[in-house]
């Protein structure tokens, strides 16, 4: 449940509190699951379904390393009860961990097994994220070309399914990857599209992502005021959550602002 509210919408910080109520628990529980995975089948089915039911929150309250250590047994478990699908979740999810860790070689290993299972068991919702995340990771080892034709393919698989969640980090993904190249013109032409469906659908994580993307865009137009505006959503959102970059962002909107003061 904490998870879930934490994806999107007004249960953001409902579902981070929830989850640091119940840490505790969450912990012994896993705990138990992880050392009686070989005894009991309850045991085991949890070690797989834990990582799952956390996978965005447990990105704020776990370290990486110790976020990899759950999802290296639960794939251990999801391969001994022959469940393809969860197999390739946590292998996905893997992959997320060591790219957080800047480890993109791994991530690229790990993203590839979770595409080549998804594409196996026609999950065409888990291969666009993979395909998304594939391209993140080519992305941050300086391969443009290979990072555009992923998240290409992405956004056409969320469009097919109607996923438009997916649909909108396609569209930052790309703004990311032109900006990288320099194109300013079509990196805002797509960060405004997928701010845009991230409104629409009230996912207030995608609207914090675009709207400080946006907003750095437009700093370096010189729009100062328009990127104000759109940098203030982010460090608004990143506060509510606790997130580790809010004061480091604020800062960055600050100076902007005292750039304003100046004119």
């Known amino acids: 449940m904490a998870d879930s509210m ?57 370290h990486p390393r110790e976020k990899i250590r759950w999802l290296e047994t639960a794939v251990a478990v999801a391969r001994q009860l022959k469940d393809r699908g969860a197999e390739g979740r946590h292998l996905g999810n893997l992959g997320n961990a060591y790219k957080n860790l800047g ?88 960060y405004d599209q997928a701010l845009a469906i991230s409104r629409e659908i009230g996912d207030r994580r995608g609207e914090g992502n675009h709207s400080w993307n946006l907003g750095l865009e437009y700093e370096k137009a010189g729009d100062l005021e328009r990127a104000a505006d759109l940098m203030q959503v982010c460090v608004d959102y990143e506060r509510k959550i606790g997130h580790p970059d809010a004061e480091k962002d604020a800062q960055r909107l600050d100076d902007i602002l005292e750039r304003l003061k100046m004119r």
């Open 6 to 62: 934490y994806q999107g919408g007004d249960g953001i910080q409902t579902g981070l509190e929830l989850f640091d109520i119940e840490k505790t628990n969450i912990q012994a529980g896993w705990d138990w699951a992880e050392r009686n995975l070989r005894q009991s089948s309850a045991a085991a089915s949890l070690c797989s379904s834990y990582p799952d039911a956390g996978a965005y929150v447990l990105d704020l309250r776990l």
């Open 103 to 190: 480890d993109a070689r791994k991530a690229i290993e790990y993203y590839q097994q979770a595409l080549a299972i998804a594409r196996e068991i026609s999950d065409r919702r888990n291969e666009g994220a993979w395909l998304g995340n594939l391209g993140l990771a080519y992305a941050d080892l300086g391969d443009a070309r290979k990072a555009i034709e992923n998240y290409q393919q992405a956004l056409a698989i969320s469009r097919e399914i109607g996923d438009r969640r997916g649909e909108g980090n396609g569209l930052g993904n790309l703004g990311n990857a032109y900006k990288n190249l320099g194109d300013a013109r079509k990196a805002i032409e797509y």
